[in-house]
């Protein structure tokens, strides 16, 4: 009985521990940041640090430079901005060349964030080029016969990058001669009917892998090694097949994101349905079996199946999905009841539902190096998120209220008595105005103690990144600078 104080009181004492093992030498400098940066201490700290205002549209895009201090953005606007974030101040800002919403932009690596590839609403692939002067060019790479809503960066080119639209081709760019490659067309197998892609990623660990989905059950892998090889023929025909064997057959979902961890695992989020991690080994091959066929397999033998992470909506947009922490620790994603959702990856226990959008929230990236994290939606601001953000956000009701086409929110706190069959989660409603209303009746309110408590502990914060006291809100940065189309 004596020892359980003590193994509470080493818990309490681990962080402290870690950095004595630093300072001795004992724990490298790379490691201590990865265990800091991955702290779930560290998760439930994420507040509102700044708002970058200066879109007049949904911001569709949202991704940091390799360094980590410039982030782009993209929106209905048709402008590409790009932001010092810590400051919310803008470097850049220009148009696109886009006849329609802007859906992603990117810096292509190694390029001193010079060199920007977009793809939109109007079908077109566009390179634009950051002159000494200042002055941006922009041109035309390749169209496809539909909207293209995502792009891949080959991991570590500066000229190499792919694309996929609801037509269902994949293109492959070259920056160098900037011609684009149909690659192949994606079809199921079934009716050889052409699948419409909403996504697309590389693998970094084996960036000869590409992963595409779209409008059926099936994340689809090829070998882009295939493609550049004698038997480039055969590159039409994936590799592997991803999918839940409960969806095999559903021809009422679709993928709307995806994305690669640093362990090759596959990430998938399905539209009005949830996300779902894959590992390596959980491919079905290059001809996945029928529904009848995975039942069968899996009565005969334990089959692993994906972990799941819940409790998000993503029936309204096109959403992404994506890691958090140095080594993809957690699962991020925004949701169709405008707040962002962070899961622990190995377990899938939801962590964290943050307010950010006032209606949807589409994109979530994380930064490169540190624990923080922009998202953007239907609202026309883009949000900065750090470990100590104090800024205030309005939010459209509480958590309690919280619903999503009728499906009410798993969003319950412990009652007076501490019943541990209600499911206590972290969700951040800054009620501020209710709060100021209910103060003076606080002493008759008892009621309320347990809800304000745990938003004074989201409050005291022991760790700032950066923090920047400037007025955001009459900061509107740079303008836009001259543009010369090419194409």
Not at 89 to 105: E, I, P, R, Y
Not at 131 to 146: A, K, R
Not at 400 to 410: C, D, F, L, T, Y
């Amino acid at each position: 009985m004596s020892r359980r104080p003590s193994k509470r009181q080493r818990s309490s004492d681990h962080s402290v521990v870690r950095i004595w093992e630093r300072e001795l030498g004992q724990l490298p400098n790379r490691s201590f940041s990865n265990r800091f940066s991955a702290s779930e201490h560290l998760l439930h700290r994420l507040g509102l640090h700044k708002k970058l205002q200066k879109h007049t549209g949904c911001v569709n895009t949202v991704s940091f430079n390799a360094d980590g201090d410039i982030l782009l953005s993209g929106s209905d606007d048709r402008q590409v901005i790009l932001w010092d974030w810590d400051t919310a101040t803008v470097k850049l800002s220009f148009d696109s060349g886009h006849c329609n919403n802007v859906f992603q932009a990117k810096f292509m690596p190694f390029s001193d964030d010079r060199s920007i590839v977009t793809s939109a609403a109007d079908g077109q692939v566009r390179y634009s080029k950051i002159l000494e002067s200042g002055q941006v060019e922009t041109c035309m790479l390749g169209i496809h016969q539909g909207q293209v809503h995502k792009l891949a960066i080959e991991p570590g080119s500066p000229f190499s990058f792919y694309t996929c639209g609801e037509d269902g081709v994949v293109k492959h760019f070259d920056l160098r001669t900037r011609v684009a490659t149909n690659l192949f067309t994606c079809k199921e197998a079934k009716f050889n009917l052409v699948v419409y892609l909403n996504a697309i990623a590389v693998d970094p660990r084996n960036p000869g892998l590409l992963a595409v989905a779209g409008m059926d059950e099936y994340a689809r892998v090829y070998d882009i090694r295939s493609y550049r090889s004698e038997g480039w023929y055969n590159y039409a025909e994936p590799v592997d097949h991803f999918c839940p064997a409960h969806l095999i057959g559903n021809g009422h979902v679709g993928i709307t994101g995806l994305a690669f961890s640093e362990q090759s695992e596959l990430l998938a989020s399905y539209s009005d349905e949830f996300i779902y991690l894959f590992s390596p080994d959980m491919g079905m091959g290059p001809n996945p079996p029928s529904s009848s066929e995975t039942e069968t397999e899996m009565r005969k033998t334990k089959t692993t199946q994906p972990q799941v992470y819940e409790e998000h909506s993503n029936r309204e947009t096109v959403k992404g999905v994506g890691f958090f922490g140095p080594k993809c620790e957690y699962v991020v994603s925004g949701s169709d009841c405008g707040r962002i959702f962070i899961w622990r990856k190995k377990d899938g226990e939801l962590l964290r539902a943050m307010e950010a959008d006032k209606h949807v929230v589409n994109c979530v990236e994380s930064h490169p190096h540190m624990p923080l994290m922009s998202s953007s939606g239907i609202e026309t601001d883009i949000k900065i998120w750090t470990p100590g953000g104090t800024e205030e956000l309005t939010s459209p009701g509480t958590a309690k209220e919280a619903s999503v086409s009728g499906n009410s929110r798993w969003f319950l706190f412990y009652d007076d008595e501490g019943d541990d069959h209600a499911r206590g989660y972290y969700v951040d409603d800054d009620d501020d105005d209710e709060e100021e209303e209910d103060e003076d009746d606080s002493d008759d309110d008892s009621s309320d103690d347990d809800e304000s408590a745990e938003e004074e502990g989201n409050s005291d914060v022991d760790v700032e990144i950066r923090k920047d006291n400037d007025n955001d809100d009459d900061d509107d940065g740079g303008g836009k600078n001259d543009v010369v189309d090419r194409g």
